[in-house]
């Protein structure tokens, strides 16, 4: 069983830093892409940032120049670095990666999510 666990989340002053991490646990052959998604209250989910097995990134334009999304192979783990947080920044924060168990299977799963609070 793969699991997906999240840390780093917490309460910011505005124009602070958080580092998000997610790590994945179990019988791992490989991860292909991974990504940081997050819902605000009454907003629908959406992609921050995502990163290719080959390290190519991609941000939403409204998180570009402050957020930045890293991986380490070796430690199953994806990182979102975020500067400059702003209280529309506050959301539920979610890593969601294509895990292969082997050639032949592969799953896309999430993690639990970790509340970010952006707030004076």
């Known amino acids: 069983q793969v699991r997906l666990v999240e840390s780093g989340g917490g309460l910011v002053q505005p124009g602070g830093s958080l580092r998000l991490s997610c790590t994945a646990s179990g019988r791992i052959f490989s991860i292909n892409d991974m990504g940081w998604y997050r819902q605000a209250p009454g907003k629908q989910r959406e992609l921050v940032a995502s990163?290719?097995?080959?390290?190519?990134?991609s941000v939403v334009d409204s998180v570009k120049g402050r957020f930045t999304i890293s991986r380490d192979n070796a430690k199953n783990t994806v990182y979102l670095q975020m500067n400059s947080l702003k209280p529309e920044d506050t959301a539920v924060y979610s890593c969601?990666?294509?895990?292969?168990?082997?050639?032949?299977?592969?799953?896309?799963?999430w993690g639990q999510g970790t509340q970010v609070t952006v707030s004076l």
């Open positions: 969601n990666e294509e895990v292969r168990y082997n050639l032949l299977r592969s799953d896309r799963l």
């Open positions: 990163i290719t097995s080959g390290g190519s990134t």
